[in-house]
């Protein structure tokens, strides 16, 4: 192939061939090298103006050296003008759309006795390679936010035991710019693991497209290479921010070597400085966090002419999502199965509170936050609730009940006596009467119900006349009417002055003996 750079023992054999008088096409065909490729490099050699016996006593690296030093006369103009143009490759390959294609382009417009597109994509490959020989990640601006735990924690203080607390240090990077954030966090729960990645979206000022955590379990309820099971609550938190998770690979540190090698540089620009020195509070140990960490984001990157803090100013700070007007509210998810009263029991809280009676004895998903209950069944909301403390208690919607509940629910004095003076003014006093004769009105509930929903089978004036006729004898019992209205009583005459005598009987004294 043309311009291919060949083994030096080649090399040798071209100059050896060469030097017998072969021509250029029978040293192509012999040595299976392109013929322009064997041209170049006679023309090179020649130029140096050293015989071919002496070319060919010369070391390997010697022969290379002097190649190199001749090939191309225009060469190293050409090359330090493309060696220029790397740096700059670096910074735009990161913007969103940006290919090498378009940067060759540019680069052809400044110089266009430069090099090919093919050269110019070996050159920057090589460039890549002297940074680092594993597999090279170009980050795209405003593509992944990387976070992860650093393995060493910080201390704070007991201002009045003097007890030393261990705290968790949360890092965040985005890939592009390497901007960071660090917060000090009392455990690596989910509460706590999600309100600082939570700070990390508002210290950026945006949202990237996918945020990589690690394997622990506020993110990951269990790790998969393929398709890993994520924390309820935090996949919900990336939903309502508008962005995924993408979760690295378990035992695969190189998934996530950008934040690792973060929490290095965090150990030399933040542990160590602040080694020495005492914090009360986790705000004020945070405080002293953010300090040195925009002295680290303004320091230059090694061998760049730009910091973390410019790059990500000029790069990734318009590609990321735009926050929400508000921020998140932590949410917590539990099952329950509906009651026969139609309610549901939040665990935590002790509380119970309604859905609708129709999904009695369904599994449903209780999701809370501080203020507010709701419940899904199947996907669906099917209830919405403020969300109350007491132990114990309900909180019931009466739409949720059916009917019959509801008229339960709705028992009272008052309600029986409205319903009695409904049907008439013989049954709201026998009303008055039962609800009196109770120790308490509620023993007397359904012997009303009983008696005054008689009117719907025998009519109004039946009952009022069967209340007359018990009340007549202070008969004030359910059973007393039903017998009444079954035997058609109420249809006869009261006789108020009928008297009964005693039968006759010898065995009767009589009122003489006791004189």
Known sequence: MANTTIDMQKVRQIIRLKSEGKS?????????????????????LESSGVSYEELLLKSDAELKALFVQYTDPGKDKRTEALKAWLPYMDKELKRVGVDRLNLWMEYKELHPDGYAYSHFCREYNRHEKQDDVSMHFEHKAGDKLYIDFAGSKLEIVDRCTGEIQKVEV?????????LSYVEAVESQ???????GVENALHYFGGVPQAIVPDNLKSAVTRASKYEPYLNETFQDFAL????????????????????????NIIYKRIYAPLRNTLFFSLAELNQAIVELLEDHHRLKFKG????????????ERDTLATLPQSRYELKKFAWATVLKSSHVCLSEDKHYYSVHYKYLGEKVKVCYTVASVEVYHKGERIALHQRSLSAFKYTTIRDHMPSTHNFVSDWSPE?????????????????????????????????????????????????????????????????????????????????????YALPLHGNIRGKDYYN
């Open 24 to 44: 250029n096409r029978l040293i192509s065909e012999t040595l299976k090298v392109h013929r322009t490729t064997v041209r170049r490099y006679i023309v090179s």
């Open 170 to 178: 949360l890092v965040c990077v985005l890939g592009c710019s390497q």
């Open 189 to 195: 729960k989910k509460d706590h693991f999600i309100t």
């Open 240 to 263: 309502y921010y508008g962005t995924v998770i993408l979760p690295t690979r378990s035992l695969k540190p190189r998934d996530k070597a950008l934040v690792e090698r973060t929490v």
């Open 304 to 315: 760049k002419d730009h910091s973390r803090r410019e790059l990500f100013d000029q790069v």
């Open 415 to 499: 309600k029986f006596l409205g319903w009695a003076e409904d049907v008439g003014p013989e049954a709201r006093v026998l009303v008055e009467k039962i609800l009196q004769s109770r120790h308490h009105p509620e023993q007397a509930y359904k012997s009303c119900v009983g008696i005054l929903s008689m009117a719907r089978k025998v009519g109004k004036d039946r009952l009022n006349n069967a209340c007359t006729r018990a009340m007549f004898y202070q008969s004030y019992t359910y059973q007393s009417i039903k017998n009444i209205l079954d035997n058609g009583l109420d249809k006869q005459p009261i006789k108020e002055d009928t008297q």
